[in-house]
């Protein structure tokens, strides 16, 4: 159990039976009655946020949360099978579910699955991940348009901004938090 002074930035509480994780926090103190919690929260879910204000003596239950390490087996229309590398189990989450992440996974890439109780709802990718250049234009030399970059398409079908010395067939080291190129890659 939780109380409101244990709230901070990145908690995951659960409240009405759905999990939480705390976005923002701020305490604040009037001159009298009792301290203020402030928070905005997102549904670990449905991606809802809401903001509250808590007093110091409201209670919240701990969110029965459970990460999972599996390894992602394939795609079929807009269902990503992952399976457990322990029991090896399966389960499937839906584009929607996995958003972004999509444009950095590739077969059996292990990643960590976070469950409440025993639904799948968030997947955490490695930091860095390799892919191979599929399609990129050639540099011309003399371009003065003010870039340094030119766009590029990896295996995924992913399009991001590379230094123009990168070409078709590299292998590139992509940062899966922002998606930008970090570095190239020797096999």
Do not use: C
């Not at 705390?22 to 997102?42: D, H, I, N």
């Not at 209670?59 to 399976?83: C, G, I, N, P, V």
């Amino acid at each position: 159990m939780y109380s409101a002074s244990d709230l901070r930035k990145g908690l995951k509480i659960e409240i009405e039976g759905e999990p939480y994780i705390v976005t923002e926090f701020e305490f604040s103190k009037p001159g009298k009655g009792q301290a203020l919690y402030r928070t905005k929260m997102r549904n670990m879910i449905t991606g809802n946020q809401f903001t509250q204000t808590y007093r110091s003596n409201d209670k919240f239950e701990k969110a029965d949360l459970e990460e999972k390490t599996m390894q992602y087996l394939y795609s079929q229309d807009d269902e990503f099978h992952f399976m457990d590398t322990s029991t090896y189990e399966q389960i499937f989450l839906t584009r929607e579910q996995l958003a972004d992440h999509i444009h950095f996974m590739v077969d059996n890439m292990e990643v960590q699955v976070l469950f409440f109780g025993d639904k799948a709802i968030d997947v955490t990718l490695p930091t860095f991940v390799n892919l191979e250049v599929t399609k990129a234009d050639p540099w011309v030399k003399g371009d003065t348009s003010g870039t340094d970059t030119k766009p590029v398409t990896v295996a995924t079908g992913y399009v991001l901004q590379v230094p123009p010395f990168v070409e078709e067939g590299d292998r590139i080291q992509i940062d899966t938090r922002t998606g930008e190129y970090m570095t190239r890659v020797k096999d």
